[in-house]
């Protein structure tokens, strides 16, 4: 189970009852509230691609939630190959809309398809 802020009741009670009905369970502590990813996919949404800090990647989809990971996930890929390279790129990309937003970004290279 992720969870946003410090233990409480409904926590301890959750934790609990799993135990009494004999179901693992763990608790994951997130340093971002589900509020703060909405807001930050919200604030990345409204970036239109190939501007701003998207000036070189066009974005497929934006992820808030990832058991893996504490932030948002751009999905999408360069327009132009990163005259310094995919790995530092991304590292750059990720960290100026961390800086942006002020939650953690990853970069994540695809196109976001529905079936």
Known sequence: MVWHGPPD????HILDEARRRHIPASIQQRK???????????Q?????????VFHNFEVSA?????IDF??????????QPPAEGVP????ALAQAL???TGVAVAIEHGKFELL
């Open 9 to 12: 009741s409904i926590q301890r």
């Open 32 to 42: 971002h509230s589900k509020a703060d990813l909405h807001r930050a996919v919200e």
């Open 44 to 52: 990345l949404g409204a970036i239109d691609s190939g501007t701003g």
């Open 62 to 66: 934006l992820a808030a939630f990832d």
């Open 70 to 79: 504490d932030g948002v996930t751009v999905i999408g890929d360069y327009t």
């Open 88 to 91: 530092a790129a991304d590292a």
């Open 98 to 100: 961390t800086t942006e």
